[in-house]
């Protein structure tokens, strides 16, 4: 088991919505720690073939619109074990269909209910310039459907906004001042030398050999002052003492998730993906030379809307753990390539599959998965 934070264990009905996002460290006098601490209620293939589309992407300051068209999709594209999985890693192997496209969108809203919207210096960062000065630039990597950049362009219409990802993104109203440019983040960042304002970077960890070099590529990347934001989890469910739950060896019983995201973590690891990043992020931004004003946020989404309702962050907590179990459901059929690539038996996988899903059904079983997230600001 792994330990994620300094923390006593608790019962399930002695959490609070406080346990839910823990603000650890706030090491800057320049961040409002006030708006910091709140968030929004709810309610309210191979490497050639990367570098070759990388030369193809936009790479001007301007605004451009990508069109799918059939060569470009079947380029960017493979069927496998029922799924479209992008054709340029190797490393990063869950889908790029509709379905997982949908689920990162119902993500994106889930995180910004439990999250915020962005964190509190972006909107100082991303401020209209005075005529004269340079246009801000946003870059998301591994942008997924986009769903994030996007609202970016739409909330900062004087930004230009780029999307980086192993696919296009597969949208037709693309804002004019956003572009969509296919890349592997894993050949780096050089190209991007002093060119953002922002960049965020969410759930790539499993596609991502070596993160702390992507980290250092990315405060390259970024200008003076500039926010870097990332956001990870360690493919790992954890219970109420806020510790992992991991199973070496796959194995049909309960807990059928904890042990169903063990060998989807295995696996990943197989594949050369950084499943542990999430819990080094802090270490790696904050000893940074480039980086200054570092601030860690801790989440715990719950699993499944387990929580009694006589707790009394139960509406809140519940609504957290019905957005979860959704997102979770459609993962489980999404990472079938990823298991069944590996040499897995697919009755077996479907086995599990199905248990896991009943598990979640059920919302019995107190878990959550530990969402990491640290942004800072580069030195002037």
Request: hydrophobic share 40%.
């Amino acid at each position: 088991m792994t330990t994620f934070s300094p923390a006593s264990p608790r019962s399930r009905l002695a959490m609070s919505w406080a346990d839910i996002m823990d603000v650890d460290m706030c090491a800057s006098s320049d961040i409002d720690t006030a708006s910091v601490v709140s968030f929004e209620p709810f309610g309210n293939g191979s490497v050639s073939s990367a570098t070759d589309m990388q030369d193809q992407a936009s790479m001007s300051s301007g605004a451009s619109v990508f069109s799918m068209s059939s060569s470009i999709r079947a380029q960017s594209f493979k069927h496998e074990y029922g799924r479209d999985l992008n054709n340029y890693s190797e490393v990063y192997q869950l889908p790029a269909d509709d379905e997982e496209l949908d689920r990162l969108d119902r993500q994106h809203t889930m995180f910004k209910e439990v999250m915020g919207r962005y964190p509190p210096p972006m909107w100082r960062v991303l401020a209209e310039p005075p005529p004269g000065e340079q246009p801000v630039a946003c870059l998301d990597l591994g942008c997924g459907s986009g769903c994030w950049i996007l609202e970016v362009a739409r909330d900062f219409p004087h930004c230009s906004c780029v999307a980086v990802d192993l696919i296009p993104m597969q949208v037709v109203d693309l804002p004019p001042n956003c572009r969509s440019e296919i890349d592997d983040i894993n050949l780096g960042l050089q190209h991007y030398q002093d060119e953002f304002n922002v960049i965020n970077a969410r759930l790539v960890a499993s596609g991502v050999r070596d993160y702390a070099g992507l980290v250092d590529q990315a405060s390259q990347a970024l200008r003076p002052n500039g926010l870097i934001v990332f956001t990870e989890f360690d493919f790992t469910v954890c219970g109420t003492d806020k510790k992992s739950i991991v199973f070496d060896v796959p194995e049909l019983s309960p807990p059928y998730l904890p042990r169903w995201m063990s060998m989807v973590r295995a696996a990943v690891i197989e594949r050369g993906g950084e499943v542990d990043a999430a819990n080094h992020l802090y270490r790696w931004v904050s000893e940074h030379p480039l980086f200054t004003d570092v601030v860690y946020r801790s989440f715990l989404f719950p699993t499944s809307p387990w929580f009694p309702s006589d707790h009394p962050d139960a509406a809140r907590m519940n609504r957290a753990g019905s957005l979860m179990r959704e997102d979770i459901q459609t993962f489980l059929r999404g990472a079938r390539p990823l298991l069944l690539s590996g040499g897995m038996d697919e009755a077996f996988v479907d086995a599990f599959e199905q248990k896991a899903d009943e598990e979640l059904r059920t919302a019995r079983l107190p878990h959550f998965i530990h969402v990491q997230n640290v942004y800072a600001r580069r030195r002037p």
